[in-house]
């Protein structure tokens, strides 16, 4: 008869034929090695969206403000990552960070807005 072993620690195996794992801490801890390299990815974009997000308040405490391309820059943040684009019937493109977007304006300008309901 075939001893079967938990693909984390190698204990032997009690129960169901198809066992895999001797407890969930094992079922968990191996899970998390094969993802391990996907999640420092996602946490390190997630670290970028919350710093950004964190920024585009700071900077607009009453839900609508104008800065500068400098200001956002010197503060840390990063113009590559957003969370999505609102389109406006005219043509203007917002980009989001969750509930805080900013417009692109003339001169390097930027103006801040805070998500209202109407905007999906």
């Not at 801490?25 to 996602?42: D, F, P, S, T």
């Not at 104008?66 to 043509?91: C, M």
Request: proline fraction near 2%.
């Amino acid at each position: 008869m075939e001893i079967r072993t938990c693909l984390e620690c190698a204990e032997p195996l009690k129960g169901r034929k198809d066992q895999k794992f001797c407890s969930d801490y094992c079922r968990n801890a191996h899970n998390n090695k094969l993802n391990e390299e996907n999640n420092k990815q996602v946490r390190k974009i997630n670290s970028i969206l919350r710093k950004n997000r964190k920024i585009l308040e700071r900077l607009n405490p009453k839900g609508k403000a104008t800065v500068d391309e400098w200001t956002l820059a010197e503060a840390g943040f990063n113009f590559h990552y957003f969370t999505n684009i609102y389109k406006t019937q005219k043509g203007a493109s917002y980009f989001f960070v969750y509930d805080y977007g900013y417009l692109p304006i003339e001169n390097g300008q930027y103006v801040l807005v805070q998500k209202q309901e109407y905007v999906k």
